[in-house]
């Protein structure tokens, strides 16, 4: 059992372990979920100190077999594009506990129990490297978030958790049959040496197959994504879901779906996935204008923020979908920053929900007369939402503009627009909630806040300012492995067409310039 | 040859498990009287414990492969899989019905018996290797069910579904009776080699062959409830009593199915591409029929019916794949389904109190907070019937599904996988109302589960889990099995 294995394992003994405490010992649960949650990021920063930058492929591998025949095998391991999302997965999850710290008083136990159980699933999902594993782990996530939902969320919870179950299942139901497909013909679920057998050509993809097999995939990965227009049950779950429940789906499930597009579409299916690139481009642009218009006339901060997650999510499918180092390393980075930033502020809405139990932005006004500290950090999250230097998104949507400018100027000219819109709402809200004339309710029961509170955004506002300020520590470990990527998609291109640059129009051209085809 | 009727030792103990259910069965019938009153508990260890002695029977007699009473029956890796499998289905369904029976006043020996005596039908349907001990061994299954459907006899729905039950069964054995009398008169055989032979032979025509098989077809696809000779079970299910629906739900088409395999796949496989095309259309109806119509369903026990149909379409997916692969995953999938399905009925048997009163989805409301351990195993059964991973229920799909990819059947596995994406809303369902309701009536005065009724839940549960978990060795020998000796 290696580093990486010892950390999958601990959330899920924790969960067992959980299970088996006597309900009624409400805090015994909740400390020994934090222990646990502490224990699983300690490790997961030895695995950043054990990561060696400079290799390609995976670390941190181990590869035995599960199930004899058909042959499954527990294969693991990690490079530089799961490496850090696997971290953020680790590094929220405790302050998912602490933040619910309070506001769970129902079922307690199982509350805290599904969140070990989503961490194990998910750190699961970015670790597998079996397709069948890695199926295994996608389902096992939705279950504790939809009972996350289900039970502890707000009035609609029941139709939230519904929606958002049957949305990603019905989309991975066909990634399963795909799954299975590409099994009948490589005979085999490890995803690396399907790869191979596909970048060899000892297994030739037609053309219509490449094209099914790779909408299948993104359809899943879109809809976990969501992007527009299979988003619509985002906003529901977001805005049903309990404070945790909002944090764990927005900061790190959401990354699945463009962790799955990174790592399964673009290698497997290369050809298609650049056919197929200038639809979803379109589909990612429409996303972020959309979700930004969407978000500026919400009245719920809640909601907002779940739609400004479409807009920025569109921004990472942009970038994925460029083709290009630059967009894709920005897309990458802006997973772990919308992580951060969005996690803080779902953090910060459920901090002011829990005084004042509304999320109507009309219901507050004034806030930050008293609640000064509380106003300050809201404000430091929403600067770094909307992309201001030196805080962390900035250098990802920047990084992702910029691929895209590589790929086809007319597309940032167009995403440009959303980093515009989403300065609007933010500030707008901002400035309704905070500023403005102070109600009774909101002066007397809007108290700064407390040490747990802090305990929670604290290490969130560091991340914001540390991954604004010197994104050297993260990048340089994804730019390795996302060139390895490229190149994947890029020899698939060039075998298929005979070794020969393909011939392309003019901007087909200025795609491929950017990353695929730089003589390595 | 002069032939030689005692039967050897060996064929004995190729017989072991039917005798020793037949003698349990009588034992318990001449017990009845004696107990009823005193120690009415006593039938159902003494069945349990003939049971459990059946399986050691059935274990031992697999390592002795081979036909028994000159060639009526043969032991072999299939046979004795099913074997298996129908008597733990009859365990499951004893556990379950210890707190039914003592809650209905109706504990006797005559119940255990006919228990047994069905499952012995089902042994010997299961091992059969001659078409008069298959229709017998059905007979023998199907006539004690009849009876057990209609047990409770002071209950109307009883009574509805044993006639029904009746009616329409024996309807349908006829339709199996004539197929089996057209084969004979084709090929002046009746078991099952030789019948084989006799149709591989060139002269043979194949078209009357192909009438005994849809007319075989028509009476086994009523008995494993498939379409669309389905409408019988959802007014069966509902009416029986609801360790009898668990029953008839696993126990009978199982066995069904197993002869379904065993006829179409030796007998009938030079005809397979006759037959294959009838079965994906009967696969899909049973599919889609089965999960739509259980959307709208608010009784438990009809969505569990509508949802056993939805299963049988899948098994059948697996069956119109006609290959060896696609033989093991339907074992796979119907030991799966048969825990699953005994679980969740056992939850039913929990709450469905003095009477079946409580069978509405809403009288689940808010289990999870007053029996959360009762709560988490109809979880387990669920996300199982849903065919997530991790449990049985999802390799038992993942296995039928990709027999029907091998055997280029991509439309039925795309629409099949998506007709299971449609079954997670009614299941999900009930998660919703055991969770995410506020406790009712019903909830609120439930007592804990008894002994029995806990092993009912708990067994098949680790069943679910070890399926889900460590396929590998189950697998490795239905692929065995699958192949018929070939």
């Known amino acids: 059992m290696n580093l990486l294995e010892i950390l999958i394992a601990v959330p899920a003994a924790g969960f067992l372990v959980t299970l088996f405490i006597p309900g009624a010992q409400e805090q015994l649960v909740r400390l020994f979920t934090l222990a646990v949650s502490f224990l699983a990021f300690a490790l997961s920063l030895g695995l950043v100190a054990g990561y060696e930058s400079g290799k390609t492929g995976q670390q941190f591998v181990d590869n035995i077999v599960w199930i004899a025949k058909p042959e499954i095998h527990w294969h693991v391991g990690i490079d530089g594009l799961s490496l850090w999302l696997i971290v953020l997965t680790a590094f929220l999850t405790p302050i998912a506990i602490l933040v619910s710290w309070r506001s769970v008083q129902k079922q307690v136990k199982e509350f805290f129990a599904f969140l070990l159980l989503l961490e194990f699933g998910l750190i699961g999902v970015f670790a597998a490297w079996d397709l069948f594993l890695f199926y295994t782990f996608w389902e096992v996530v939705l279950v504790p978030m939809y009972f996350l939902i289900g039970i502890w969320g707000h009035d609609r919870r029941i139709y939230a958790a519904l929606k958002f179950f049957l949305y990603t299942f019905a989309g991975s139901v066909l990634m399963l049959v795909s799954i299975i497909y590409i099994y009948t013909l490589a005979g085999t679920f490890d995803y690396a040496t399907i790869l191979e057998l596909f970048r060899s050509g000892r297994i030739g993809l037609s053309h219509t197959e490449e094209t099914l097999l790779f909408l299948a995939f993104f359809l899943a990965f879109a809809i976990k994504v969501p992007l527009f227009p299979v988003h619509t049950w985002l906003p529901d779950a977001h805005v049903e879901a309990p404070t945790a429940g909002s944090l764990m789906l927005a900061s790190v499930m959401l990354k699945m779906g463009t962790y799955g597009l990174v790592r399964f579409c673009l290698p497997m299916f290369p050809l298609a996935a650049r056919e197929n690139a200038w639809w979803i481009n379109v589909l990612a642009i429409i996303g972020i204008i959309y979700g930004a218009l969407v978000a500026m006339v919400q009245p719920n901060m809640k909601k907002l923020v779940a739609y400004s997650s479409v807009s920025h999510l569109g921004f990472v499918v942009l970038g994925i979908f460029s083709f290009t180092q630059m967009g894709l390393d920005g897309a990458v980075y802006q997973m772990l920053n919308h992580g951060i930033s969005t996690g803080a502020l779902f953090v910060l809405v459920g901090v002011m929900y829990e005084r004042r139990h509304s999320l109507a932005i009309k219901d507050f006004g004034g806030v930050a007369t008293v609640a000064p500290w509380l106003a300050t950090v809201f404000l430091i999250t929403t600067l770094a939402s909307i992309g201001l230097p030196m805080l962390n998104n900035f250098v990802g949507e920047f990084l992702i503009l910029q691929g895209a400018a590589q790929a086809r100027f007319v597309w940032t000219a167009w995403a440009a627009i959303g980093v515009i819109l989403s300065a609007c709402y933010m500030l707008w809200m901002y400035q309704r909630v905070f500023f403005g004339e102070l109600s009774d309710e909101v002066k007397h029961h809007m108290p700064d806040f407390n040490i747990r509170e802090w305990a929670c955004v604290v290490p969130l506002v560091v991340m914001m300012v540390w991954m604004g300020m010197y994104s050297q520590t993260f990048i340089p470990v994804v730019s390795e492995t996302n060139s390895h990527i490229l190149d994947q998609t890029g020899t698939a291109i060039a075998r298929a067409s005979g070794g020969a640059v393909l011939a392309l129009s003019p901007s087909d051209g200025a795609i491929l310039n950017g990353g695929a085809f730089h003589a390595r | ?486």
Not at chain 2, 14 to 21: G, K, M, Q, S, V
Not at chain 2, 345 to 355: H, N
Request: hydrophobic fraction near 55%; include cysteine.
């Open chain 2, 1 to 486: 040859m002069p032939a030689s009727f005692a039967p050897s030792p060996t064929d004995l103990l190729r017989f072991a498990p039917e005798t020793i259910l037949t003698i349990a069965g009588t034992l318990l019938m001449v017990l009845d009287p004696l107990f009823a009153r005193r120690t009415p508990r006593l039938f159902g260890h003494l069945s349990i414990v003939a049971l459990v002695a059946a399986i050691f029977a059935a274990v031992s007699a697999n390592s002795v492969h081979g036909v028994a009473f000159s060639g009526l029956l043969i032991v072999d890796d299939f046979g004795t899989y099913f074997r298996v499998l129908v008597l733990c289905i009859g365990i499951l369904t004893v556990l379950s019905s210890y707190r039914y029976l003592s809650r209905e006043d109706a504990e006797t020996g005559e119940y255990h018996a006919l228990i047994l005596f069905s499952i012995m039908g089902q042994c010997v349907m299961v091992t059969a290797n001659d078409l008069i001990m298959i229709f017998i061994g059905l007979e023998i299954s199907s006539i004690a069910s009849y009876v057990l459907a209609g047990y409770l006899r002071n209950d109307k729905r009883n009574n509805e579904a044993a006639l029904k039950y009746f009616l329409l069964g024996s309807f349908a054995t006829g339709f199996f009776l004539y197929g089996v009398a057209i084969i004979y008169g084709l090929t002046a055989k009746t078991q099952l080699p030789a019948i084989r032979a006799a149709l591989n032979a060139p002269d043979t025509s194949l078209m009357v062959a192909g009438v005994a098989a849809a007319l075989m077809f028509v009476g086994l696809c009523f008995k494993v409830s498939g379409a669309p000779f389905q409408v019988w079970a959802p007014d069966v299910y509902q009416g029986a009593p609801a360790p009898v629906s668990a029953f008839m739900a696993t126990g009978p088409k199982a066995a069904a199915f197993a002869i379904f395999l065993r006829i179409f796949l030796t007998v009938f496989d030079r005809i397979s591409a006759t037959w294959a095309p009838v079965v994906w259309v009967c696969a899909l109806a049973s599919m889609t029929i089965g999960n739509f119509a259980a959307l709208t369903q608010n009784n438990l026990k009809r969505m569990l019916a509508y949802s056993s149909i939805a299963h049988a379409g899948y098994i059948l997916v697996a069956l119109a794949s006609d290959s060896d692969f696609g033989t093991s995953a339907a074992m796979f999938y119907l030991a799966a389904y048969a825990l699953m399905n005994l679980g969740a009925f056992a939850v039913i048997v929990y709450i469905s109190g003095k009477g079946e009163k409580h069978l509405r989805i809403e009288d689940l409301a808010g289990l999870g907070q007053r029996q959360p351990f009762t709560a988490a195993m109809m979880t387990v059964f669920l996300l199982s019937l849903i065919g997530v991973p991790l449990t049985g229920g999802f390799f038992g799909k993942f296995y039928i599904f990709r027999a029907a990819l091998d055997s280029h059947l991509t439309w039925l596995a795309v629409l099949g996988l998506l007709n299971s994406a449609v079954a997670a809303y009614y299941y999900l369902r009930l998660l919703v109302v055991m969770y995410m309701y506020e406790p009712g009536e019903v909830a609120n005065a439930l007592e804990a589960p008894g002994p029995g009724l806990r092993a009912a839940l708990v067994l098949p549960a680790i069943g679910t889990f070890v399926l889900g978990i460590m396929p590998g060795t189950v697998l490795s020998f239905t692929q065995n099995a699958a192949l018929f000796g070939k």
